[in-house]
């Protein structure tokens, strides 16, 4: 089964504006906007899989402020089904956080995404903290936005080595670092995360990253703690594992990734 772990989708109606909306503020901060690859639907996701052969999405919605959480999570819960599965979120600080990650886990949610620079919050600050162990308790996966995006000014707001301190107040083991733990800050991986508990997801590297630094990490770092992802409409889901085995990735260990996407959707 080939499982890609990290994809976005939005309603319909609002796939384009919100597609615009992050265009806009990608030139506004680097001046230039990035290619799609789908119309960022779920039918547009769907048409991506069937093209690249791929067997199941984890769709990764964000909650920007506290008031999106019920409508983002609505969503969320109405686009899962056989074959995209898509995790909620919640608003890091707002006073009833803890209780959505309750809510989310009896609605049998597999997961959650929360994003440090859309959401403004620092990873080693008390409340991301809070939620990860909260999730943790509840055996919910965390797929945290790690790196630079260029979207937001800076400062960057889970940097490797900012991630590698949170550990200190976390197990890790339900993490998932996206963008191979951390955006165009790879160097930074291989000091301060290779090695640890979090698990890493290949998201976005594949017009960024050097193959062999990219080989190198996820063969030191472990197939059994790295997942598959793409970051669709971003990266195309076919050009995410083309870029892989360009690395000098064997099938067998990408198909070990997927194993352990497996393990973490617990199928």
Same mark, same amino acid.
């Not at 707002?94 to 959401?119: T, V």
């Not at 080693?124 to 945290?144: F, P, Q, T, W």
């Not at 990490?217 to 083309?242: A, Q």
């Given at each position: 089964?080939?499982?890609?772990?990290?994809?976005?989708?939005?309603?319909?109606?609002?796939? @384009?504006?919100?597609?615009?909306?992050?265009?806009?503020?990608?030139?506004?901060?680097?001046?230039?906007?990035?290619?799609?690859?789908?119309?960022?639907?779920?039918?547009?996701? *769907?048409?991506?899989?069937?093209?690249?052969?791929?067997?199941?999405?984890?769709?990764? !919605?964000?909650?920007?402020?506290?008031?999106?959480? @019920?409508?983002?999570?609505?969503?969320?819960?109405?686009?899962?089904?056989?074959?995209?599965?898509?995790?909620?979120? #919640?608003?890091?600080?707002?006073?009833?956080?803890?209780?959505?990650?309750?809510?989310?886990?009896? $609605?049998?949610?597999?997961?959650?995404?929360?994003?440090? @620079?859309?959401?403004?919050?620092?990873?080693?600050?008390?409340?991301?903290?809070?939620?990860?162990?909260?999730? *943790?308790?509840?055996?919910?996966?965390?797929?945290?936005?790690?790196?630079?995006?260029?979207?937001? $000014? !800076?400062?960057?707001?889970?940097?490797?080595?900012?991630?590698?301190?949170?550990?200190? *107040?976390?197990?890790?083991?339900?993490?998932?670092?996206?963008?191979?733990?951390?955006?165009?800050?790879?160097?930074? #991986?291989?000091?301060?995360?290779?090695?640890?508990?979090?698990?890493?997801?290949?998201?976005?590297?594949?017009?960024?990253?050097?193959? $062999?630094?990219?080989?190198?990490?996820?063969?030191?770092?472990?197939?059994?703690?790295?997942?598959?992802?793409?970051?669709?409409?971003?990266?195309?889901?076919?050009?995410?594992?083309?870029?892989?085995? @360009?690395?000098?990735?064997?099938?067998? $260990?990408?198909?070990?990734?997927?194993?352990?996407?497996?393990?973490?959707?617990?199928?």
């Amino acid at each position: 089964m080939k499982i890609d772990f990290h994809t976005h989708i939005f309603p319909d109606a609002l796939a @384009e504006k919100a597609v615009d909306s992050m265009q806009r503020g990608l030139k506004a901060v680097s001046g230039k906007g990035l290619p799609v690859f789908s119309d960022a639907t779920k039918s547009g996701l *769907y048409t991506s899989m069937e093209k690249s052969e791929i067997d199941l999405c984890v769709a990764l !919605p964000v909650a920007t402020s506290a008031k999106q959480t @019920e409508t983002i999570n609505n969503f969320a819960k109405r686009v899962t089904d056989g074959n995209i599965i898509s995790f909620g979120s #919640v608003f890091p600080g707002a006073p009833d956080s803890l209780k959505w990650l309750e809510r989310l886990a009896k $609605e049998g949610f597999l997961g959650i995404k929360l994003h440090p @620079e859309y959401q403004g919050a620092n990873i080693h600050s008390r409340e991301m903290i809070d939620i990860i162990n909260k999730c *943790y308790d509840l055996g919910l996966v965390v797929v945290i936005h790690t790196g630079v995006d260029f979207g937001i $000014e !800076p400062p960057v707001h889970c940097t490797p080595e900012q991630m590698r301190k949170a550990l200190n *107040y976390f197990d890790g083991n339900n993490v998932v670092a996206a963008h191979l733990g951390g955006f165009m800050m790879w160097d930074d #991986v291989e000091k301060y995360l290779v090695g640890t508990n979090l698990i890493l997801d290949t998201s976005m590297l594949s017009r960024f990253m050097n193959k $062999e630094q990219c080989a190198r990490i996820i063969r030191s770092h472990g197939f059994d703690k790295t997942v598959c992802g793409s970051d669709s409409p971003w990266e195309d889901l076919g050009d995410n594992r083309k870029f892989l085995t @360009e690395c000098g990735l064997a099938l067998d $260990e990408i198909g070990q990734m997927d194993n352990t996407a497996k393990k973490l959707l617990r199928l």
